[in-house]
Every structure is written in C-alpha cells, then in structure tokens.
C-alpha cells in the first residue's frame, strides 16, 4: 500500500465532506 496515494486520497476526501459541510452551514443560514 503507497502511503503517500493514502494520504492524498484521504485529503480529497476531507476536504471535499468539509466543502460540503460548509455549503450546509452556509444554506442553513440565508
């Protein structure tokens, strides 16, 4: 197992479920 392709993939997925999370947050509040 490559770590370094682990540990990119799990950036994208973070950061895309957090992106996520905030266009939420942002559409709860207008």
């Known amino acids: ?3 370094t392709k682990f540990i990119n993939n799990l950036k994208t ?3 895309r479920r ?4 905030f266009q939420e ?3 709860k509040h207008v």
């Open 13 to 15: 997925v973070t950061s």
């Open 18 to 21: 957090l992106r996520n999370e």
């Open 1 to 3: 197992m490559e770590l």
């Open 25 to 27: 947050q942002i559409n």
